[in-house]
């Protein structure tokens, strides 16, 4: 199976941007969805973005919708999270994810995750 691996998290000010990258590696991904997961302290872990690998459909809940931006890149086997005009909230470990069954994207339909990527955002 694929393993997914984050990076491009850090520490950026309230209104700042930050790009995630998230690279497969091993056998190729074959999962119908991809997406990008949250998670703060004491709080559930929430999806804030899902995508359809062939066609590129995506979703976005009330939080991050208008701020965040999911894409991929099939032949580079890549998922990608633009953030902008970020927020204390949004201060999280950030995980990329793939899995199949569930649309939008639920925590209980994901098959892979990546390791996780901290995101602080400074008031």
């Known amino acids: 199976q694929v393993q997914l691996v984050e990076s491009g998290g850090g520490l950026v000010q309230v209104g700042g941007s930050l790009r995630l990258s998230c690279i497969g590696s091993?056998?190729?991904?074959?999962?119908?969805?991809m997406g990008w997961f949250r998670q703060a302290p004491g709080k559930d872990r929430e999806m804030i973005a899902s995508?359809?690998?062939?066609?590129?459909?995506?979703f976005y809940p009330d939080s991050v919708k208008g701020r965040f931006t999911i894409s991929r890149d099939n032949a580079k086997n890549a998922l990608y999270l633009q953030m902008n005009s970020l927020k204390p909230e949004d201060t999280a470990v950030y995980y990329c994810?793939?899995?199949?069954?569930?649309?939008?994207?639920?925590?209980?339909?994901?098959?892979?995750w990546g390791q996780g990527t901290q995101v602080t955002v400074s008031a």
């Open positions: 091993g056998d190729t991904i074959r999962t119908v969805h």
């Open positions: 995508i359809t690998w062939t066609s590129g459909n995506t």
């Open positions: 994810a793939a899995g199949q069954g569930s649309w939008p994207m639920r925590t209980t339909s994901v098959r892979i």
